[in-house]
């Protein structure tokens, strides 16, 4: 309550409690879901250990992208692509959408354009905040806007263990 001479008025939070803020909320629900990404990654990591990868049925898009021999092992939907560090003469736009296949072999990227990564290819795997950054083999890096980012990485890294054999 304040008090202006004989006028009075009572003063709330904008938000009620600062809690129901909505950079808290927001703040709070990033923090929940890298907490559940984690925990996820942790236990898939466990599991990688003691048994082979489970693969998935390949629907339409990537079915017909894929060699004889090779898996499909994970899919996000949908993922934003980032380059970095652009390469001189690589003519892929900014921006790009669409949905991320985790083979035995490659990352694959099915949107308006295709994009594929040979895990060989994947020299380093890392995270800023929400995002999975990959530094390439031939300089290029890519940050991938995508849902369980600290899950996809570890599928990623085992994926290229039992690639190399």
């Known amino acids: 309550m304040e008090s202006f001479g004989r006028w ?4 709330a939070a904008p938000f009620g409690s600062p809690a129901e803020a909505p ?3 927001d703040a709070s629900a990033i923090v929940a879901r890298a907490t559940a990404d984690e925990a996820a990654a942790d236990l898939a990591r466990a599991q990688y250990r003691t048994r082979p990868m489970a693969t998935l049925e390949p629907d339409e898009r990537i079915g017909p992208l894929l060699d004889a021999d090779e898996r499909v092992i994970a899919v996000r939907r949908p993922v934003q692509l980032d380059r970095r560090q652009p390469i001189p003469g690589w003519d892929v736009p900014l921006g790009l959408a669409g949905d ?3 083979t ?3 990352l694959v990227l099915v949107g308006r354009t295709t994009l594929d990564f040979n895990l060989e290819d ?4 890392g995270l800023s905040g929400g995002r999975l950054l990959l530094a390439l083999r031939d300089g290029l890096g890519v ?9 996809l990485r570890v599928e990623i890294a085992t994926a290229r263990a039992f690639a190399r054999g």
């Open 8 to 11: 009075k008025r009572q003063v």
């Open 23 to 25: 950079a808290i909320r």
């Open 100 to 102: 991320l296949y985790l």
């Open 104 to 106: 035995s072999r490659r």
């Open 122 to 125: 994947i020299e380093e795997i």
């Open 143 to 151: 940050s991938l806007d995508v849902e369980q980012p600290r899950m």
